[in-house]
């Protein structure tokens, strides 16, 4: 059994910062890779960023990239999604998300949403022209 639960959603003006987090709790955090994924109304669930077990690679959704920066703190069982110079369409819920797998795992892995056996509840953030 793995729980998520996400924070830090909020409204905030084009150009402007948010940091979300993700607790997790249920399993050895620091064994397991993280992701985070959104979705907008209308559209489907899309990835964003991921982070290996020792947070040694990191991988980008290329619409945020050189914009967003993935981090995690094993020790506080906490995975975290910087956004800088967020724009409008950036819109969405964020959701957090623990893979089925461990280890060292691809590119390919991360970015699969079947690849992720557990998801939180989803923290809010809009973005206003």
């Known amino acids: 059994q793995v729980q998520l639960v996400e924070s830090g959603g909020g409204l905030v003006q084009a150009g402007g910062s948010l940091r979300v987090s993700c607790a997790a709790s249920g399993r050895t955090f620091s064994s397991y890779g993280m992701g985070w994924f959104r979705q907008a109304p209308g559209k489907e669930r899309e990835f964003v960023a991921a982070i290996s077990w020792n947070g040694g690679t990191k991988y980008y959704a290329d619409s945020v990239k050189g914009r967003f920066t993935i981090s995690r703190d094993n020790a506080k069982n906490t995975v975290y999604l910087q956004m800088n110079s967020l724009k409008p369409e950036d819109t969405a819920a964020y959701y957090c998300?623990?893979?089925?797998?461990?280890?060292?795992?691809?590119?390919?892995?991360?970015?699969?949403?079947?690849?992720?056996?557990?998801w939180g509840q989803g923290t809010q953030v809009t973005v206003s022209s």
């Open positions: 998300a623990a893979p089925r797998g461990s280890g060292y795992l691809a590119s390919s892995y991360y970015r699969t949403q079947d690849s992720y056996g557990y």
